[in-house]
């Protein structure tokens, strides 16, 4: 019986070990996706200045900018191992946040607004300074929808994360993730 025990620990031992060189292996594999180029170690996130008032339709939110700058600064930090500067950064990411507006999107029998849609585009830029084949320029949008008895104020923080989410999200892919 214990020879038995005896060949059970050392085959648990053997696979262990075996388990933690398979994963040595897969040094530059990230759990979140991110596949940061070699030599890079900082990044740079551009205050994104919201320019949407110069839009027909789209409004000018106070603090917009500051708070989508933090979201995208705060994705890329918890999702790498790179160092935020304010300066020189090997990847640099800047825009402007081009539309913020609220449109109708579906109509009650008393030709009211039953559904509202708030959507928000950002011209973005990406500079790889170690790889220009990298760099691109591209514009996000995406949109949160809320009934139409409630205001922007009313939804604004639910509808700021969603939309937050999903651009800082789809930026991190398309520079990061390469997905």
């Known amino acids: 019986m214990t020879s038995m025990k005896l060949r059970q ?63 995208l600064q705060d994705l890329i930090m918890n999702q790498t191992n790179l160092d935020l500067v304010t300066a020189d950064g090997q990847l640099i990411y800047e825009g402007e946040i081009k539309e913020y507006s609220v449109t109708p999107m579906s109509a009650t029998a008393q030709i009211t607004a039953a559904q509202n849609r708030l959507k928000m585009s950002v011209a973005f830029r990406f500079i790889n ?22 205001q922007v104020f009313d939804v604004k923080d639910a509808a700021h994360k969603e939309i937050f989410d999903r651009i800082t999200q789809d930026i991190f892919n398309d520079t990061l993730a390469k997905w």
């Open 9 to 71: 620990t050392k085959l648990f031992t053997y696979m262990l070990i075996l388990s933690m060189l398979s994963l040595e292996g897969c040094g530059i594999y990230s759990f979140t996706g991110a596949s940061i180029p070699p030599g890079v170690t900082t990044f740079q996130v551009n205050f994104f200045e919201n320019q949407a008032g110069n839009k027909p339709g789209s409004t000018v939110e106070p603090g917009l900018d500051n708070e989508f700058t933090i979201a």
């Open 129 to 150: 300074t170690k790889l220009e084949d990298d760099n691109f320029s591209r514009t996000y949008s995406f949109f949160y929808d809320f009934p139409a008895e409630l």
